[in-house]
């Protein structure tokens, strides 16, 4: 069964980067049959799908968001990773990792990391 | 994008009582080389992540309870839940993934009247 987990800084400032990574355990992210996705939720609000990767690199980003994001996969280690640039407060969210499988087509992210906390201060 | 509306945005029932949340998306998603809506429900409690509940709008995922149902079709859908219990207190929002962006609806908070 899989499992993620979320790791970055708490904390970054206005106008800086966001980076946070997710690791994959028991099972790997160079499956073919994954897609691995961030999603992200304000403090009290719902859910923004952010982007997806696959094992070899392809991506799709929300267009509000595209022209600052970028989502990269590492094989070696396993984890994926999300950048987000010029960081305001609207970005603070909790930041969640989570997983799908991409067969003849889209399903749901069936395995979630826990979320973690980006809060975007000076 | 497609743009997915709930209602209501929160509702109150009484334990054992029956709940029902409303999806709409501004377009269809279903697929009709499969006949299959991209549709996923999921549930959300405080401090958690969302728990997948339903996919292709009635499929429930393993372990989840068969109270809990999935109904619709093409951009109107339907999450019921037939026989509330405590631990179903929570916020359900439904998911399109029929094409990126994947967008979800705003949720609907559930709690025990």
């Known amino acids: 069964q899989l499992q993620l987990q979320e790791s970055g800084p708490g904390l970054v400032k206005p106008s800086e980067t966001l980076s946070l990574t997710c690791t994959v355990s028991g099972g790997s992210i160079s499956s073919s049959r994954f897609y691995w996705d961030w999603i992200r939720q304000p403090p009290g609000k719902g859910l923004e799908w952010i982007g997806s990767i696959s094992y070899s690199g392809t991506t799709y980003y929300t267009p509000s968001l595209k022209s600052r994001v970028t989502i990269s996969v590492d094989t070696s280690k396993n984890h994926f990773s999300l950048k987000l640039s010029s960081v305001t407060a609207a970005d603070t969210a909790v930041y969640y990792c989570?997983?799908?499988?991409?067969?003849?087509?889209?399903?749901?992210?069936?395995?979630w990391g826990q979320g973690t906390l980006v809060t975007v201060s000076s | 994008d497609i743009v997915m509306t709930q209602s209501p945005d929160s509702l109150a029932v009484s334990l054992g009582e029956r709940a029902t949340i409303n999806c709409k998306s501004s377009q269809s998603v279903l697929y009709t080389s499969n006949n299959k809506n991209f549709l996923a429900w999921y549930q959300q409690k405080p401090g958690q992540p969302p728990k997948l509940l339903i996919y292709w709008a009635s499929t429930r995922e393993s372990g989840v309870p068969d109270r809990f149902s999935g109904s619709g079709s093409g951009t109107d859908f339907t999450l019921t839940i037939s026989s509330l219990q405590a631990e179903d207190v929570a916020v359900y929002y439904c998911q399109q993934y029929y094409t990126t962006p994947f967008t979800f609806g705003p949720g609907t908070k559930v709690d025990i009247k």
């Open positions: 989570a997983s799908h499988l991409y067969t003849s087509g889209w399903t749901p992210a069936d395995y």
